[in-house]
């Protein structure tokens, strides 16, 4: 199974994160309620807040990512299909995680988009549950496993968006 990252993932993330802060951001309910408003269409459920699909919601970067992921060696000479997230835990959020798989897709990426914050992160997990990889929440750093990986992220942090643990959430199918 694949698994890697990246440091410094997204060029000038200085002036791109202003913009990201912008993106709505909704609660489980809420993006159930706008985006999903059939009971039989509620199938994902996570702690904090998410936005709408990049796709929708932030067209440019969207496709800007797309570029930078084009270049990463795992997916060149592949045809596949991203959707993109932006996904915030505050510290209250904490209680609500567990440790789970990405079954909606192949291969699951993260950017941890604020401030370092070195006692949060991502860990991967035997299907036992014993911890095999404890990624560090480091800014701008890109993780990516293979979607059959177990995992769960961890050290919930902050009240909002300028200053929560912010990721923008990448989930990949092959083509």
Same mark, same amino acid.
Request: aromatic share 14%.
């Given at each position: ?47 904090? %807040?998410?936005?709408?699909?990049? /796709?929708?919601?932030?067209?440019? *970067? ?6 930078? $992921? @084009? ?26 995680? %567990?440790?789970?798989?990405?079954? /909606?897709?192949?291969?699951?990426? *993260? ?6 914050? $070195? @006692? ?56």
């Amino acid at each position: 199974m694949i698994c890697f990252q990246k440091e410094e993932f997204i060029e000038s993330l200085d002036f791109i994160l202003p913009e990201i802060h912008k993106i709505p951001l909704y609660d489980l309910d809420s993006y159930h309620k706008k985006f999903h408003p059939t009971e039989s269409e509620k199938v994902s459920r996570w702690p904090g %807040y998410r936005s709408e699909s990049l /796709e929708n919601s932030n067209k440019f *970067l969207f496709i800007y990512i797309i570029s930078l $992921l @084009k270049k990463l060696e795992v997916l060149k000479n592949k045809k596949w299909s991203p959707e993109m997230y932006i996904h915030l835990r505050k510290d209250a959020d904490e209680a609500a995680d %567990y440790i789970h798989q990405d079954r /909606e897709c192949q291969f699951a990426g *993260l950017v941890y988009l604020n401030p370092t914050n $070195l @006692k949060s992160g991502t860990r991967l997990y035997t299907p036992d549950k014993e911890i095999i990889n404890d990624f560090k929440y480091i800014q701008n750093r890109l993780i990516m496993y293979d979607s059959l990986y177990h995992h769960m992220a961890y050290g919930h942090f902050g009240s909002d968006v300028l200053n929560g643990r912010l990721t923008l959430n990448i989930f990949i199918n092959y083509i």
